[in-house]
């Protein structure tokens, strides 16, 4: 039962994980506190269970000790990300064996120019990363290396999405940059692949939502004249389901 995740709070229908979750990408926004993190560690166990292999990238660039015990099962191999040949080797034998990965990195390693490839971005880009794992992006706090700002961060990511076999998980903290119009378009195609009202990147309507309860939409696999419809709804995630 992995994959029920929530319920609906309109239905009495559960909110499950489907093989669908592996190819689409997910974008997560909530407070500090609400259950980023714990929804984010059931999409992991679903992809776990699923057979494909999951890097999933700390950019707070955190100590072993410091990561909640739920990411430390039988599945998680902590390394930290650096610049050196001895990173890159221990990095590669992970990949060559689809070991799920947990990556702590320091944004600093960004490239603080726009034409200069940073290494940090061509391991990013690795082909044995960017065809056999699913991507977790948790939230970058500190951006002083990356070359301009939020938005240049964000169009960075989704310059990649498209390179990926499978799919792709952001966590964020509501930004009031979410509500540019350029950003709202772009994501709209990128994650759910039609022009909405996006309401769930109206932050003040996130902050009012209670911890574990997260605003849901996703696409339909039935297109319209021109896009695929989007359904929504409110989602509880609570601690019997998040235990289970």
Do not use: W
Not at 58 to 74: C, L, M, P, Q, T
Not at 115 to 137: A, C, M, P, R, W
Not at 169 to 176: N, R, V
């Amino acid at each position: 039962m992995r994959n029920v995740i929530g319920k609906f709070e309109s239905s009495i229908n559960a909110l499950k994980l489907e093989e669908r979750a592996l190819r689409y990408n997910t974008l997560i926004l909530a407070e500090e506190g609400a259950g980023k993190t714990n929804l984010a560690c059931k999409i992991r166990n679903y992809v776990v269970d699923s057979g494909v292999a999951t890097l999933y990238l700390d950019f707070a660039d955190s100590n072993v000790d410091e990561i909640e015990s739920r990411y430390k099962d039988k599945h998680f191999n902590y390394i930290r990300f650096d610049e050196s040949d001895a990173f890159k080797i221990e990095l590669d034998k992970l990949i060559a064996d689809r070991k799920h990965i947990y990556m702590a990195v320091d944004p600093r390693h960004f490239s603080n120019k726009r034409d200069i490839t940073s290494k940090l971005t061509q391991t990013l880009q690795t082909q044995g990363l960017l065809e056999n794992y699913y991507y977790f992006f948790h939230d970058i706090k500190n951006l002083d290396g990356f070359y301009t700002k939020f938005e240049d961060f964000l169009l960075y990511m989704l310059g990649f999405l498209n390179l990926k076999k499978y799919g792709f998980t952001f966590l964020a903290q509501p930004h009031e940059i979410f509500e540019n119009p350029q950003l709202k378009l772009l994501f709209t195609f990128l994650y759910l692949g039609k022009c909405s009202n996006l309401e769930y990147y109206n932050t003040a309507q996130l902050k009012t939502l209670a911890k574990n309860e997260f605003f849901h939409q996703y696409r339909t696999s039935h297109r319209t004249l021109l896009f695929n419809n989007i359904i929504s709804n409110l989602v509880k995630i609570d601690e019997y389901v998040a235990k289970d």
